[in-house]
């Protein structure tokens, strides 16, 4: 007896047993929800998209309009809600989304919502709600302006924080921050910018109400004159917000045209996946790490490509709160697709994205934006594969892990469907990129993709066509 | 000197009265009846101030009550005119009474004691006053004998529970302050001028009330009767303040004198009076008995308690009394009401009752005694360190006494007795979202304690949490006594068991339940383990069936808190059977298994129909209590913390004083020390193994199972003492002292600890909770109907939090913060499912719409705390539940005060509500998916139905809303027409009506709910009659059977 009571006492004493009821560490699927877009779960009774950016009115700078795919099992409905701000009241729109179809609602269509000038330089116009009741949807947005569109997810939750690192307030380049608060409390959020000539924090950028339910557009060339590489950090001291931002590059620009559309990072990541450069004829490609931490950094940036030697990765010295840019063209051969590995190799996280436009001689003209993906799944799906039949559509498919993953492109039929069919399929090697060209596979622009894997991948898409170029990683399936 | 030979039929003649002539005075005769027993030497000065009494017809007997020496020549010297007639009886009161039979002629009685003086006008004052205010009984104004200008007396009161009252401090001195006749409520036996025609309609004195009662009872049935009772001060008699309150020589008996005063007043008080003066009277006297236990009068606590007992256990006799009480009364209880000693609640209770006259004395007497209290506390170190801790335990406690327990866990807030009353009897439990099952006969316990304190709901709440060291600490002292038979070691265990960190983390986490099962547990394993004893023979089985019903009963008192109590039981006696293989007593075992099997089931009974309503919580077992999942590891739970108390090493050293009995004790010691040890070790298994082999099983609170480890530790400290006496003192230096000295050490160890944790005031406790916090939340109902809907980790959360899967937990209050009403709340039905799947589905991040999913349960808010209360120590909620809560559409996020989020839901629906007759349509009735239709429904604006709901304010038309459980007997009516009955959201009840008028919904299963109570009233009074029964059949029991001492 003597011997239980004490032994139980000496070892709950000399050793500390701990139990191990601590709370259980975030999940794989946590990490990617949190870090991207992700399609909602099956059991989701109703799941929320929040689309920031974007003008509502014909002839705006960026017309809006929302893409719903649904992936589930039944069909599904979803509510489309445009909240214009000011004193209009939000309006809405029911629609039925087929199973395994796609469904564009034009924001004009449910809401006449006209940007107006707001207080101190600030521009209010519409956030989009999108509620779909039922799981497996995905939403994307498309916005279209200066003869360019731009197609992206948008947001599965709002934040506190959001990072963008790319971003220029240059001759020709219209750089809007779209502050999204759909929720029915007011927002104050503070706007900090590290560029290339240091840390900015505009006085009047600081304090930003954004009232509930409504949007509030942020023209950061009016604050922050003049600089080639512009970072923006948005954090909320009070609320939540989604945060996009848009660069309309005009005539006036000496080297891109088009308009580029980036949801923001929720965080600094130590590593960072951007699949889908392909070095071309009067293509551009860049990569921007932002550093928004005091302490300076460094980055490796390692090109991967199926079809060239491994490179040896480029070091990359990034001062504290300030932000470089990398092209990429020195980085693959010439007409060699790849994908870029940002890995920082000291403390402090960055933000990365790719910047790419298209010119003369190449066919398309455009420009556009994305973030690099710190997470891998293996599922990625697209609301849509390309926007006219006469683009060139392809999805770039980027493995990071240590083995071969073999990928398949699946497709729902046009207008919906019980299950997707596969269109292709492909053998990435570890470290390596492929990529699928929906024109040569014969995907329609009204089928909905699906990027499936049998290891963590991570899929962008990118989209060149007499309507304009876009990039955007896929919405990623934990 | 004259002999009464004849009783009854000799007639007294007066003193001025010739010896045989045939002239007799007209004026009326007194007959002076001094009744005396072993007189002392002041019989002669009492009887020749008789003899000189300025009132000339005055007859003098001397009844004695059987005296050891005949006190006839004594008396023949002192008065030579006097009778004296000898009877058997020694009791005042019955002697008293031979002026029934002996007595003649005479117009009135003077009943006095053998050593009262009189002044010589004193007759004739009263006579004269009796006459004048047409009195029936005259009492004298009463000086000290010693020091005639210290009043003793000048009539006196009673006040609610019979204590007798002067109103006269001690010491106080006559300056004719009191002069003045007036009418009294009795007067003292020990100068009492009575009608004799009066003396004989009321049969005289009721002998069987001596002592204590016996004048208060002739003169209260002298008022029913409608007689006057006066006391008339200018007659004024001397008498030795140390004879007071005896009538015959005798030394008083409090303890009798305690029983008749409570028998008095159950015979001769109304029943209306009856119904709140016994619980209160009971209850008062738990009260002074902890006072007079801590005062260390202890002498005096069998007195204060068992007078209520006694008299309750004799209530037949009690009965007979009544009606003859009933045949003579005349007047109501009211009318007496100003005579009696008043007061308001505490101020009452301190001035009447415990300020009652001897009790005054007694204060008086403490501080006299100061001196030699702390001589023999020299002498008794025990004594001395038990005060000393009872200091700490004060101090400790002071910010608790003064500003009262804050509501944090299930120390939500009291309410009013009727408030408590009428939870208890309705129908329908408004807890979660509402339910048909019975209430927790928790509220009938709630509102008797409040009842005790005069409604002050407030001092009962804080007083049960505060009490709870003391009742735990004397709880444990009985089953150690129960054990060792020794002061000693019994002291010992009632201290280390009281100072465990136990208690104050229950406190400081604000766990009623818990606490109340710390406090009460010793005493339902001491019983039970009483009733392990063998039985033999017809008496010992009857003592043993009534040892068991009072199990039953104890258990059923401590369910009412704590539902999880017979486990403790259960857990004590497995504990005994699995010490069995090491050291014996497998029948004890058995025999405390099986007692409190019975015990359970006894208490099962007595609590039907609510413990029917608890069989079918096993669907939900966190609304018995598993909703809890603590990260304890082995460390804190071996060294009991589970809160903020017991954090350091001083924990330790009760764990290392229990050790010595196990290390050094021999035979009966070392079985028992055993015993104490498996008791202890399954007490930190049952929190222990499930925090660490499956932590995401909710499981009860820990300061439950650990005051069952506490009660081991203690009971193996204090046979610590029993082995340093028997097995260590007296040997040669060796280990057996180094461990002795350790374990002393270990339990000063533990007396720094709890000392050191008395400096915040209120052990740990918040120094403030939600509801303060929140207080704008009491005028938000003129908006309408809703609820509060709390999220986060149910340690933090108010009442009795729901569960979900994931251990999040959720509770439900209404119109504001929520109080004791919504504690032990009904099982989880299936709208109470509905919640928790919205919670579920928000914090999953399933839903962004948690408003609305909630709003047709009229949730408002919804708060989390990260705090048990302000000012608390901040623990992390569940991981996701912050961010899901920010990300809600629905949500507007208020201003709150640090450790509290608190949400706005934009979509709320009051309750009762009205939708718009335009808008009915879109309201979801019946629906199979009620999580799917609140998340899509738009019922647009709903008004909200004002006043109360069983008389609104005119409303419609349109459906109105109503926020409770589905429910066939809810309905409602307009103008008297009933409306259509709906089930909106698939859950809830609606009612169609179809015109603008005022809404009455109302509840059809109240009958039911009356009959419930009827049957569990009748299963008590039955109850009560098999103890009675059983009590009644073993009063000639044997001496009592002790266990082997250790």
């Known amino acids: 007896m003597l011997l239980v009571v004490g032994g139980c006492i000496a070892v709950a004493a000399a050793f500390g047993v701990r139990s191990t009821g601590a709370a259980p560490a975030t999940s794989t699927a946590g990490a990617v929800a949190q870090a991207v877009p992700t399609v909602a779960g099956a059991d989701t009774v109703s799941a929320t998209w929040y689309c920031a950016e974007g003008t509502g009115a014909p002839g705006g700078r960026a017309d809006e309009t929302i893409l719903i795919a649904n992936e589930g099992d039944a069909e599904a409905s979803a509510v489309v809600t445009v909240m214009p701000g000011g004193q209009a009241g939000p309006e809405s729109r029911q629609v039925t989304v087929p199973r395994g179809a796609q469904v564009r609602v034009s924001v004009s269509s449910v809401l006449q919502a006209p940007e107006q000038p707001g207080d101190a330089g600030l521009i209010v116009g519409p956030g989009v709600v999108v509620e779909v009741f039922g799981g497996r949807s995905v939403v994307e947005h498309e916005i279209e302006g200066e003869n360019d569109l731009a197609v992206g997810p948008c947001a599965r939750q709002a934040g506190t924080d959001w990072y963008f690192a790319g971003g220029t307030t240059e001759r020709g380049a219209q750089e809007n921050a779209a502050l999204f608060n759909p929720f029915p409390d007011d927002a104050i959020v503070d706007l900090t910018f590290a560029t290339d000539a240091g840390f900015i924090a505009p006085a009047d950028l600081q304090s930003i109400a954004v009232p509930r339910r409504s949007r509030i557009t942020v023209p950061i060339g009016n604050f922050v004159l003049r600089q080639a590489q512009v970072a923006l950090h948005a954090h909320v001291r009070t609320g939540r917000i989604v945060a996009e931002r848009s660069t309309a590059f005009t005539a006036e620009n000496e080297t891109r045209r088009g308009l580029t559309l980036s949801l923001g990072a929720p965080r600094p990541e130590s590593s960072w996946s951007v699949p889908g450069v392909v070095p071309e004829d009067g293509a551009l490609h860049s990569v921007l790490v932002a550093n928004f931490d005091p302490a300076a950094t460094e980055v490796e940036i390692s090109p991967r490509s199926e079809q060239q030697p491994p490179a040896s990765p480029k070091r990359v010295p990034v001062g504290g709160r300030s932000v470089a840019a990398v092209d990429l063209a020195s980085l693959g051969g010439p007409e060699a697709p790849f994908a870029v590995d940002v890995r920082t190799t000291r403390p402090s996280p960055v933000v990365v994205e790719e910047l790419a436009s298209w010119g003369p001689p190449n066919a398309a003209t455009g420009s556009a934006t994305s973030l690099g993906s710190p997470v891998r799944a293996r599922g990625w799906t697209f609301a849509v594969g390309r926007l006219a039949p006469e683009d060139v559509a392809t999805i770039s498919v980027f493995n990071p892990g240590p083995g071969r993953a073999t990928v398949k492109l699946l497709a729902y039929a046009s207008g919906g469907g019980a299950a997707p069919g596969s269109v292709g399929e492909l053998a990435v090697p570890a470290r390596s990129q492929a990529q699928f060209d929906l024109s040569d596979l014969g995907v329609a622009p009204d089928q909905v993709v699906v990027v499936r894997a049998d290891a963590p991948v991570v899929a962008a898409r990118r989209i060149l066509g007499p309507t304009g170029a876009s990039l955007a990683l896929g919405v990623a399936e934990p | 000197m004259a002999s009464g030979e004849s009783p009854g039929t000799q007639a007294l003649r007066g003193h001025g009265e010739e010896s045989g002539g045939a002239l007799r005075t007209e004026i009326p005769t007194v007959a002076a009846v001094v009744v005396t027993r072993n007189p002392g030497p002041r019989l002669e000065r009492a009887l020749q101030s008789l003899g000189s009494q300025d009132y000339p017809s005055v007859a003098v007997l001397v009844v004695d009550a059987a005296s050891e020496h005949d006190p006839g020549e004594r008396v023949t010297g002192a008065l030579p005119d006097a009778f004296v007639h000898r009877v058997p009886q020694s009791s005042f009161a019955a002697a008293a009474n031979e002026a029934l039979y002996t007595v003649r002629n005479a117009t009135f009685l003077l009943i006095c004691h053998d050593d009262v003086v009189f002044d010589p006008g004193v007759v004739r004052l009263m006579l004269e006053e009796a006459y004048r205010s047409n009195a029936g009984i005259v009492g004298p104004k009463i000086v000290d004998a010693d020091n005639p200008e210290v009043l003793l007396e000048v009539g006196r009161s009673i006040d609610q529970f019979g204590n007798p009252h002067t109103g006269i401090e001690p010491g106080e001195l006559d300056q004719a302050q009191h002069d003045a006749v007036r009418d009294v409520f009795y007067v003292s036996d020990a100068a009492m001028f009575v009608r004799t025609d009066l003396f004989h309609e009321l049969g005289g004195f009721d002998a069987s009330l001596f002592p204590g009662a016996e004048d208060i009872d002739l003169c209260w049935r002298a008022r029913l009767a409608g007689a006057r009772v006066l006391v008339a001060p200018e007659a004024r008699v001397q008498q030795p303040e140390a004879a007071r309150n005896r009538g015959d020589g005798a030394a008083a008996d409090p303890v009798a004198a305690a029983r008749n005063r409570v028998r008095t007043l159950l015979t001769l008080s109304s029943a209306r009076t009856l119904l709140w003066v016994v619980p209160a009277g009971v209850a008062a006297s738990f009260v002074e008995a902890f006072l007079l236990t801590i005062t260390l009068r202890r002498g005096r606590v069998r007195s204060t308690l068992g007078a209520w007992w006694w008299n309750l256990r004799h209530f037949r006799e009690i009965g007979r009394g009544r009606r003859r009480a009933r045949q003579g009364r005349r007047i109501d209880d009211r009318d007496l009401r100003q005579l009696r000693a008043r007061g308001t609640r505490m101020r009452g209770f301190v001035a009447e009752h415990v300020a009652s006259d001897d009790r005054v004395r007694s204060i008086a007497d403490a501080s006299r005694s100061a001196v030699s209290a702390a001589t023999e506390s020299t002498r008794q170190p025990l004594f001395a360190l ?661």
């Open chain 2, 386 to 1046: 038990a005060a000393l801790l009872a200091l700490v335990w004060v101090v400790g406690s002071r910010h608790l006494l003064t500003g009262g327990v804050p509501a944090v866990g299930t120390f939500a807030r009291w309410p009013g007795i009727v408030d408590t009353l009428s939870t208890y009897a309705s129908g329908w439990r408004y807890t979660g979202l509402g339910s048909s099952t019975a209430a927790p006969p928790g509220l009938v316990a709630m509102a008797g304690l409040t009842t005790a304190v005069f409604g002050a709901a407030g001092l009962a709440h804080t007083l049960v949490v505060v009490l709870a060291f003391p009742v735990g600490a004397y709880g444990a002292y009985r089953f150690t006594r129960g054990i060792t038979q020794e002061f000693a070691p019994s002291a010992v265990a009632g201290l280390a068991y009281a100072l465990n960190p136990v208690p104050r983390n229950a406190i400081a986490a604000g766990r009623l339940g818990p606490l109340a099962l710390f406090a009460l547990g010793p005493f339902l394993i001491s019983i039970a383990l009483r009733r392990a004893d063998p039985v033999r023979g017809v008496q010992q089985r009857r003592r043993t069936l009534t040892g068991l019903l009072g199990l039953g009963a104890l258990l059923a008192f401590t369910t009412a808190w704590y539902q999880l109590a017979p486990l403790l039981l259960l857990a004590a006696a497995a504990a005994i059977m699995v010490a069995a293989p090491l050291v014996g007593g497998f029948r004890i075992g058995v025999r405390m298994l099986v007692a409190s099997a019975i015990a359970v089931v006894i208490a099962a009974v007595l609590l039907v129909p609510w413990s029917l309503a608890l069989l079918g919580a096993g669907d939900d077992p966190a609304s018995l209590g598993f909703s809890f999942r603590p990260r304890l590891d082995l460390v804190d739970v071996l060294r009991f913390h589970s809160g903020p108390a017991g954090g350091g090493w001083a924990a330790w050293g009760f764990v290392a004083a229990g050790a010595l009995a196990l290390i050094v004790g021999r035979g009966p010691r070392f079985a028992w020390a055993t015993r104490a040890w498996i008791m202890a070790l399954i007490g930190w298994a049952l929190v222990w193994l499930p925090a660490r082999f499956a932590p995401d099983v909710s499981v009860p609170a820990p300061e439950a199972a650990l005051s069952l480890a506490a009660l081991g530790v203690a009971l193996a400290a204090g046979l610590g003492v029993s082995v340093f006496v028997e097995d260590v003192r007296g040997r040669g230096l060796g280990a057996r002292q180094a461990v002795a000295v350790l374990a002393a050490a270990g339990f000063v160890l533990g007396v720094l600890g709890f000392t050191a944790d008395a400096g915040d005031g209120r052990w740990g406790a918040p120094d403030g909770d939600w509801p303060a916090a929140l207080a704008f939340l009491q005028t938000e109902r003129d908006s309408g109907g809703f609820r509060v809907l709390w999220v986060g980790d149910p340690s933090l959360l108010p009442l009795d939090p729901f569960v979900t899967g994931d251990g999040t937990g959720y509770s439900l209050t209404r119109n504001g913060s929520g109080d004791a009403q919504e504690l032990w709340r009904a099982p989880s039905g299936r709208a109470d499912g509905l919640v928790g799947d919205a919670v579920e589905l928000a914090a999953g991040g399933r839903t962004d719409r948690l408003g609305h999913l909630v709003a047709p349960m009229s949730v408002r808010y919804i708060a989390m705390p990260s705090r048990a209360g302000p000012g608390a120590t901040p623990q992390a909620p569940p991981a996701r539940l912050p961010g899901a809560l920010a990300s809600q559409l629905d949500l507007a996020r208020l201003e709150a005060p640090p450790g509290l989020a608190l949400y706005e839901n934009t979509a709320w629906i009051p309750t009762p509500g009205t939708v718009r007759s335009a808008n009915v349509d879109r309201v979801p009735l019946g629906s199979k998916n009620p999580t799917g239709a609140a998340l899509r429904a738009d019922v647009g604006r709903v008004n909200a139905v004002r006043g109360s709901p069983s008389a609104s304010a005119p409303t419609g038309p349109g459906l109105v809303l109503w926020s409770e459980a589905f429910d066939g007997d809810w309905s409602a009516t307009v103008g008297g027409k009933a409306l259509r009955h709906v089930k909106p959201f698939g859950w809830a009840n609606g009612f169609d009506a179809r015109a603008r008028g005022s809404v009455s919904i109302d509840y059809g299963g109240q009958l039911r709910r009356y009959g419930m109570i009827a049957l569990q009233a009748v299963l008590v009074l039955a109850f009560l009659v098999v103890v009675w029964r059983s009590s009644a059949s073993r009063r000639a029991r044997p001496p009592r059977v002790r266990r082997q001492s250790p």
